[in-house]
């Protein structure tokens, strides 16, 4: 503890020897920890998985080198072991499970920037839980289908799926089983729309979304970024068949399923950008006075100015970009460089710049800024806000990002397929209204 504390400060403080102390201190921690490690009593201890957990958090904070981001995930490795050698017991405490919980949603990280599927050990643990309310909330269950996703976007980039039949049935599995959680969710972790009636350059269009808190908005964002890298690696494979071989290899229903992934990224890119203006204090749950009535008008204290509870699902913001009008680059998104298909020098200090940070809206505006449909005008409001968390919380994180984002290529498969002017016009009906 005493570890990551110090090594938090330095960035702040600008204090060299704050970090001194601190990797003296992660020194002693790392030798305590391996000689628990070792011992046959103590390693089964809540306190070594919970040091071990902490150790991840120190290469955290510590840096954004390849070395550190190495270490990290020796540390999840080694978290992800030892709780497999724990199993089914360490769920008799409550303290056991919020740490199993908590290393789940690392390995999940580690498992966006690996590209590899979650864990089926992890999975399996993970479901003998004992049942408790407190623990298993509603973002429990939506856990699920995310594994799924990761899965099915792992076996299609291995190969493992490769008939285009065979993926179009396993991606429709995984969205209707996103879909059948966040349907399920309670009234309370339902966000609402308003719309502003006065323009807002923290805004872009005129709608937001409004959740119950913080949970809510980042599990709803967490789901919306994972089914994006499920869509853009169904559209990258598309795309690369299309251009490997004839037109006659893309049949109307691979046509119909590619158009309504693009629909699909369009809307979830809607969804997120409609997020962020809560987080940065244009709007807020107290503003939705009377929840139930649509057409009741609310003050947002921002601006001072009235805004409308809206029913019924999204409508279509002009201003966010169609999948005609696109500006992105390379493979599918994930938090290594999206650009290149293979490893980079430079993507240890962008994925841990991704993974590390403690602010919830850099890692959707990240992906609303990296999606195939993204446009000029979307983009560069991810880029803008990312700089203006940079300027205003000093998240150096949010700078990289920022700066990856404006690195960012503009030639990207879809647009320049002969795909994109063969997509046919998608029906409402075909989407699902709750995204």
């Not at 919306?224 to 795309?239: A, D, N, P, Q, S």
């Not at 991704?354 to 959707?364: Q, R, V």
Request: aromatic share 6%; charged share 20%; net charge negative.
């Amino acid at each position: 503890m005493t570890a990551v504390g110090l090594a938090a400060c330095p960035e702040s403080l600008r204090s060299s020897e704050l970090m001194t102390r601190a990797q003296e201190s992660y020194a002693i921690a790392l030798g305590l920890t391996h000689r628990a490690l070792r011992d046959p009593i103590e390693v089964v201890k809540d306190t070594t998985m919970l040091a071990v957990l902490i150790l991840g958090t120190y290469e955290f904070v510590s840096g954004y080198s390849a070395y550190t981001m190495r270490a990290w995930q020796d540390h999840v490795n080694g978290a992800a072991a030892l709780a497999s050698i724990r199993g089914a017991t360490q769920f008799r405490s409550k303290a056991g499970a919020r740490m199993f919980l908590m290393l789940c949603q690392t390995v999940l990280i580690s498992c966006i920037q690996s590209g590899l599927p979650m864990p089926r050990s992890l999975i399996d643990l993970r479901r003998q839980i004992p049942y408790s309310e407190e623990l298993m909330g509603p973002d429990f269950h939506v856990a699920y289908p995310v594994y799924k996703a990761l899965q099915v976007r792992h076996d299609i980039r291995s190969g493992t799926l490769d008939n285009l039949d065979d993926i179009v049935n396993a991606v429709s599995d995984v969205q209707e089983e996103i879909s059948a959680v966040l349907f399920g969710l309670p009234e309370d972790w339902r966000y609402h729309r308003v719309q502003l009636t006065q323009p807002d350059p923290r805004v872009l269009g005129q709608t937001c979304h409004v959740y119950t808190g913080l949970l809510q908005s980042t599990t709803w964002n967490t789901v919306r970024g994972i089914h994006m890298l499920l869509l853009e690696t169904i559209v990258e494979k598309f795309c690369a068949v299309s251009e490997s071989s004839d037109d006659a290899a893309i049949s109307e229903a691979h046509l119909q399923m590619l158009a309504r992934s693009v629909e699909l990224l369009n809307m979830l890119g809607r969804s997120i950008a409609a997020s962020i203006p809560q987080h940065l204090g244009v709007v807020s749950i107290r503003d939705i006075i009377d929840r139930r009535d649509p057409a009741h008008t609310v003050s947002i204290a921002a601006k001072k100015q009235a805004c409308h509870v809206l029913p019924g699902s999204p409508a279509h913001d002009p201003r966010l970009g169609t999948g005609d009008d696109t500006s992105s680059s390379g493979s599918s998104p994930v938090m290594f460089d999206p650009t290149r298909p293979t490893a980079h020098p430079d993507n240890a200090t962008r994925f841990m710049s991704l993974a590390s940070t403690n602010n919830t809206i850099i890692w959707p505006l990240y992906m609303l800024g990296m999606s195939s449909v993204c446009s000029p005008e979307t983009k560069k409001y991810a880029v803008e806000g990312l700089y203006a968390i940079h300027r205003e919380a000093g998240l150096e994180q949010a700078r990289v990002v920022a700066e990856l984002l404006q690195e960012q290529k503009t030639d990207h498969s879809i647009r320049n397929s002969s795909l994109l002017s063969k997509l046919p016009s998608i029906a409402p009906s075909v989407v699902p209204s709750l995204i």
